[in-house]
T-cell receptor, first 115, second 112 residues
Framework: GAVVSQHPSRVICKSGTSVKIECRSL??????MFWYRQFPKQSLMLMAT?????????EQGVEKDKFLINHASLTLSTLTVTSAHPEDSSFYIC???????????FGAGSRLTVL | SQKIEQNSEALNIQEGKTATLTCNYT??????LQWYRQDPGRGPVFLLL?????KEKRKERLKVTFDTTLKQSLFHITASQPADSATYLC???????????FGAGTRLFVKA
């Protein structure tokens, strides 16, 4: 079945630094990828929709300059948290969909801790 | 306002019983509805999809119903096992793309 690899699984960084999270579709081409953020015991909150070769579409309230998304190929999307602050600490999850499919395949998630 | 509601309280059941989880939504018109399983510290895993014109879907021990009039989906796990213990997420698929909106999930504990 479809597999999405997300890396790193855990990252700890100092306040003010930037962190990049990668999301790769391993055995299919993902025309669309999504980035979510999840706080403990809460729902996945959609941050942005990433389309290959075009600018990401951000959800209301998500700062595009803070959360930079790049979808340069059909198998890779990256999320960069710029100038990270402790309140950015969260579980970030990506998902990917292949053309014509309704089912999302999720990565294993990345736990970001900003000190 | 738009809402997706799942029981926030954990569901505790005995092994072998049927677990029933509820998902209610308001002010959405989903083209389809999905159920995912999420284990602690992991990404969700797809279980079942049911379309707006379908009433019921089954897969092994899983059954999903979808009532677009009541705006409700029920998710059943029959002959539950301790390995079924996880958080189950309801997700609405909106027409016109892959955009999916998730509920907060219900935590299920199956006791041996």
């Amino acid at each position: 079945g479809a597999v999405v690899s997300q890396h790193p699984s855990r990252v700890i960084c100092k306040s003010g630094t930037s962190v990049k999270i990668e999301c790769r579709s391993l055995d299919f081409q993902a025309t669309t990828m999504f980035w979510y953020r999840q706080f403990p015991k809460q729902s996945l909150m959609l941050m942005a929709t990433s389309n290959e070769g075009s600018k990401a579409t951000y959800e209301q309230g998500v700062e595009k300059d803070k959360f930079l998304i790049n979808h340069a190929s059909l198998t890779l999307s990256t999320l960069t948290v710029t100038s990270a602050h402790p309140e950015d600490s969260s579980f970030y999850i990506c998902s990917a969909a292949s053309s014509g499919a309704n089912v999302l395949t999720f990565g294993a998630g990345s736990r970001l801790t900003v000190l | 306002s738009q809402k997706i509601e799942q029981n926030s309280e954990a569901l505790n059941i005995q092994e072998g019983k049927t677990a029933t989880l509820t998902c209610n939504y308001t002010n959405y018109s989903p083209a389809y509805l999905q159920w995912y399983r999420q284990d602690p510290g992991r990404g969700p895993v797809f279980l079942l999809l049911i379309r707006e014109n379908e009433k019921e879907k089954r897969k092994e021990r899983l059954k999903v119903t979808f009532d677009t009039t009541l705006k409700q989906s029920l998710f059943h796990i029959t002959a539950s096992q301790p390995a079924d213990s996880a958080t189950y997420l309801c997700a609405l698929g909106l027409s016109g793309g892959f955009k999916t909106i998730f509920g907060a999930g219900t935590r299920l504990f199956v006791k041996a």
